[in-house]
């Protein structure tokens, strides 16, 4: 069975830091492009990172100077360093393929939930 777990969240205060992590099963996911979404209350799932196999990275323009996003090949797990949070940031981060459910599989898990408050 292929799944992927995220977990690292938590409640920071603004400028803090978390870093989350996204483990996954099953050797493909070497080959994929991953990301990292997330949800805010209300509002629509975005892309805020993703990373090729080959580690080349893109970032939504909202967490660019500030996000970092890397993975472990050998480990099949992918990162998310977030620095400088703000209460913007606030959401459910999920790891997924990009673009989401590759080859038509549902690779979406529960998410971890990232608060930023004081």
């Known amino acids: 069975q292929v799944y992927i777990v995220e977990s690292g969240g938590g409640l920071a205060q603004p400028g803090g830091s978390l870093r989350l992590s996204c483990a996954a099963s099953?050797?493909?996911?070497?080959?994929?492009?991953m990301a990292w979404y997330r949800q805010a209350p209300g509002k629509q799932r975005e892309l805020v990172a993703s990373?090729?196999?080959?580690?080349?990275?893109n970032y939504v323009d909202s967490v660019k100077g500030r996000f970092t996003i890397s993975r472990d090949n050998v480990q099949i797990t992918v990162y998310l360093q977030m620095n400088s949070l703000k209460p913007e940031d606030t959401a459910v981060y999920y790891c997924?393929?990009?673009?989401?459910?590759?080859?038509?599989?549902?690779?979406w898990g529960k998410g971890t939930l990232v608060t930023v408050s004081s």
């Open positions: 997924n393929t990009d673009p989401p459910n590759y080859h038509g599989i549902d690779y």
């Open positions: 990373i090729t196999s080959g580690g080349n990275t």
């Open positions: 099953g050797s493909i996911f070497r080959l994929y492009t």
